[in-house]
T-cell receptor, first 113, second 119 residues
Framework: DADVTQTPRNRITKTGKRIMLECSQT?????MYWYRQDPGLGLRLIYY???????NKGEISDGYSVSRQAQAKFSLSLESAIPNQTALYFC????????????FGSGTRLTVV | AQTVTQSQPEMSVQEAETVTLSCTYD???????LFWYKQPPSRQMILVIR??????QNATENRFSVNFQKAAKSFSLKISDSQLGDAAMYFC????????????????FGKGTKLSVKP
């Protein structure tokens, strides 16, 4: 099994729908992250969490919310999806220091029509 | 705030030849980490190489090596003997080493370079 598992792998949803992307990890890492990847823009941070009681906004958090249900689970929600939220979404984890970079999930490709 | 710049949106290399991908960064910190990630068409993000800023020696992993120029704030990736499987997006990333709290533990990514390998 993968160290960081994201579900679903692909999703098409309609404008205005609520959608949740899920992430779970077996690394035992404290830190978890949600990034969004768009062509030509690289990866941009949406939210990050140091533990279940510590959740922080990243540079593009508007229109998104997150929940850290347990140390191993971190979900991303789009309350009312809009077409410009069409992107590839990555969950990632790191240890407390972050000095060895991230372990990434395999991504969720979300299309909002 | 730190920034990471990859000035080459796309590059191409002939199979078996050598290619260098550029990355520059802006920081006022003296201690930090730098990374190169590879994203093949499978879209999985794979760590290629890691460099600690306080180490003068350039990191090497098999056919992948870096040219780390701290004063110039440059961190280029050299791929030797390019293979078809090296075709991918490559992202350069920066992480502060001067604290673990707050946003300092987050990676800052460049916009990526798409590498094509010609047979």
């Amino acid at each position: 099994d993968a160290d960081v598992t994201q579900t679903p792998r692909n999703r098409i949803t309609k404008t205005g729908k609520r959608i949740m992307l899920e992430c779970s990890q077996t690394k035992g890492h404290d830190r978890m992250y949600w990034y969004r990847q768009d062509p030509g823009l690289g990866l941009r941070l949406i939210y990050y969490s140091f533990d279940v009681k510590d959740i922080n906004k990243g540079e593009i958090s508007d229109g998104y919310s997150v929940s850290r249900q347990a140390q191993a689970k971190f979900s991303l929600s789009l309350e009312s999806a809009i077409p410009n939220q069409t992107a590839l979404y990555f969950c990632a984890t790191s240890d407390w220091t972050g000095s060895y970079g991230y372990t990434f999930g395999s991504g969720t490709r979300l299309t909002v029509v | 705030a730190q920034t990471v710049t990859q000035s080459q949106p796309e590059m191409s290399v002939q199979e078996a030849e050598t290619v260098t991908l550029s990355c520059t960064y802006d920081t006022s910190e003296s201690d930090y980490y730098l990374f190169w990630y590879k994203q093949p068409p499978s879209r999985q993000m794979i760590l290629v190489i890691r460099q600690e800023a306080y180490k003068q020696q350039n990191a090497t992993e098999n056919r992948f090596s870096v040219n780390f120029q701290k004063a110039a704030k440059s961190f280029s990736l050299k791929i030797s003997d390019s293979q078809l499987g090296d075709a991918a997006m490559y992202f350069c990333a920066y992480r502060s080493a001067e604290g673990y709290g707050g946003s300092q533990g987050n990676l800052i990514f460049g916009k990526g370079t798409k590498l094509s390998v010609k047979p």
